[in-house]
């Protein structure tokens, strides 16, 4: 005994009801961590999945932005050729296009 400081341990019934308590709360905060442990993975595949996709539409964006810098390529090549009718035929062409699709935009 230390100037006054007695120690005396808990009755039974009391430690085992802490005890018991204390079990409880262990096996909540276990399925707590398991369901972190779970929706952490499922982040995780999500997060690969997302890059592969995001991956894939830049790989889309290439190929696109490469075939229409080549056809731009064309039609420069065209323009700057003997044969300048070619543009008029072109936008001649785009024209009645977007008319057709104004027209049938416009009745539905």
């Known amino acids: 005994m230390r100037r006054g400081y007695h120690y005396s341990p808990l009755p039974t019934d009391v430690a085992s009801g802490i005890e018991n308590e204390n079990d409880e ?3 909540e905060l276990r399925g707590k ?3 972190l442990k779970s929706l ?3 982040i995780g595949n999500e997060v690969k999945h997302q890059d592969r996709l995001l991956r894939d539409i830049d790989d ?4 696109t932005g490469g075939f ?3 056809t731009m390529s064309r039609v420069l090549r065209l323009s700057k050729g003997r044969h300048n009718y070619y543009i008029c035929y072109l936008m001649l062409f785009a024209c009645v296009v977007f008319f057709i699709l104004y027209v049938v935009i416009k009745l539905k």
């Open 25 to 27: 709360m262990t096996e």
């Open 33 to 35: 961590i398991h369901a």
């Open 40 to 42: 952490t993975i499922d």
């Open 60 to 63: 889309d964006f290439e190929k």
């Open 68 to 70: 229409l810098g080549h």
